[in-house]
C-alpha cells in the first residue's frame, strides 16, 4: 500500500515538472511580466540590479490560489 502513496507522489511532481515547463516556455510571451511597477531595477556604470518584488508576489497568490483550489 506504500508503494501506491509513492506512485500518486512521482506522478504529482511529474505534472508540476510539465506545467512548470510550459510556464518557462510560455513565459518570454506575457508582456507585462517582469516589468511590473514595484519591481526593482538599479543601473550604474558596470553594475546592474534587477529584482522582481512585484511579478514574485503576483506569481505567489496566484500560485497559492491554485493549489489552495485543488486541496479541497
Partial sequence: MAMHGLGKLIFFFGVV???VGGLLMVMPKIP????????ILI????????FPLT??????VVLTLIFRLFRK
Fill in 32 to 39: 507585462f511580466l517582469g516589468r511590473l511597477p514595484g519591481d
Fill in 43 to 50: 543601473k550604474r556604470d558596470h553594475f546592474s540590479f534587477y
Fill in 17 to 19: 515538472l510539465v506545467l
Fill in 55 to 60: 511579478t514574485c508576489i503576483v506569481i505567489s
